[in-house]
């Protein structure tokens, strides 16, 4: 079992940035595949950003790419969203996962645990 908790989203400029955390609890964090997905109100769950458990490998949707980058620290049980260049269309709530690395990560497939969420408000 993992354990995931989300920190790190408030109320931001265009523009700007903010650097979202996901502590994980559980022995298995670090063998675990993490991802970060948001949802905007009204639309489907999308997915952000995922990196392999020895953060060698990383996946970036083409929407945030060159703007959020993903890392984690498997000594904290961490994972982090830093997200510049702030728009409006980021507004959300994001999510972590944690899972396993495969081809359908982006679809949420093989990502076993979720967080409960931080809020992301981007205003102009």
């Known amino acids: 079992q993992v354990q995931l908790v989300e920190s790190g989203g408030g109320l931001v400029q265009v523009g700007g940035s903010l650097r979202l955390s996901c502590v994980a609890s559980?022995?298995?964090?670090?063998?675990?595949?993490m991802g970060w997905f948001r949802q905007a109100p009204g639309k489907e769950r999308e997915f952000v950003a995922a990196?392999?458990?020895?953060?060698?490998?990383?996946r970036d949707a083409d929407s945030v790419k060159g703007r959020f980058t993903i890392s984690r620290d498997n000594a904290l049980n961490t994972v982090y969203l830093q997200m510049n260049s702030l728009k409006p269309e980021d507004t959300a709530v994001y999510y972590c996962a944690a899972g396993s690395w495969n081809t359908g990560l982006s679809t949420g497939r093989g990502m076993d645990y979720w967080g409960k969420g931080t809020l992301v408000t981007v205003s102009n």
């Open positions: 559980g022995r298995t964090f670090g063998n675990s595949a």
């Open positions: 990196i392999s458990w020895s953060g060698a490998l990383t």
